[in-house]
């Protein structure tokens, strides 16, 4: 079956340059998360979109922002990296409406492998 | 801040052991759902609770969902190899969309 694609995987930066990843949802998944993810840490919610408009913001510093385009991939782009954005960012997607499905459940996420941020 | 807390943080177990994770939120969640991420590794689903109460084993993982739907646990018996990892718990408060994360509880055990 096929997952959610991430790339690229890893990432070396220098500070103050800037970077760009991609996140290729599972076919059909409506809704795109972007979490961060420090060593030791649980992933910290950045943005989200649902049906190409962003859906929800959360700890996404002003130097990043996000898209998720008409075929629904998204990219995090990120400018100005500073040392403390080395982490590991991970993309997740669902299927799931903004009102959530019947009965209180909602769309579980499938998560990407990752990709890998170093900044030097 | 975060809105749900988990501990223990890390869990040493003696390999054949029981042990439990435990999930605390300050407001009421629609659900909580666990994920296991295994060292290296990304995230993945193990469950969904809804219901106030609601109990569901997989094998030997039995997940709780609390009365007030305010906490979660998380019992693993006889404990393998396998089961190494950090176990996130993650609540959707009844007033928010959003999926807060737990901090984790990582898992090491001895053989």
């Known amino acids: 079956a096929a997952g959610v694609i991430q790339s690229p995987r890893h990432l070396i930066k220098e500070k103050r340059e800037t970077a760009t990843l991609k996140c290729y949802p599972i076919?059909?998944?409506?809704?795109v998360y972007w979490y961060q993810q420090g060593p030791g840490q649980d992933p910290q919610f950045l943005i989200s979109?649902?049906?190409?408009?962003?859906?929800d913001k959360g700890s996404i510093p002003d130097r990043f922002s996000a898209q998720q385009f008409s075929d629904y991939h998204s990219e995090l782009n990120m400018s100005s990296l500073e040392l403390g954005d080395s982490a590991l960012y991970f993309c997740?997607?669902?299927?799931?409406?903004?009102?959530?499905?019947?009965?209180?459940?909602?769309?579980?996420?499938?998560f990407g492998e990752g990709s890998r941020l170093t900044v030097l | 801040g975060q809105q749900v807390m988990q501990i223990p943080q890390y869990q040493h177990v003696q390999e054949g052991e029981d042990f439990t994770t435990y999930c605390n939120s300050s407001?009421?969640?629609?659900?909580i759902q666990w994920y296991k991420q295994r060292p290296g590794g990304h995230p993945v689903f193990l469950i969904q609770?809804?219901?106030?109460?609601e109990v569901k084993k997989q094998k030997r993982l039995t997940f709780q969902f609390g009365e007030a739907k305010k906490n979660s646990s998380l019992h693993i018996t006889a404990t393998q190899t396998t089961d190494v990892g950090t176990y996130f718990c993650?609540?959707?408060?009844?007033?928010?969309?959003?999926?807060?994360f737990g901090a984790g509880t990582t898992v090491t055990v001895r053989a």
């Open positions: 997740a997607s669902s299927s799931e409406p903004l009102t959530g499905l019947a009965g209180g459940y909602t769309g579980e996420l499938f």
């Open positions: 076919p059909r998944h409506d809704t």
């Open positions: 979109f649902y049906e190409k408009m962003q859906s």
């Open positions: 407001t009421t969640l629609s659900n």
């Open positions: 609770l809804v219901k106030s109460g």
């Open positions: 993650a609540g959707r408060p009844s007033n928010d969309y959003k999926l807060s």
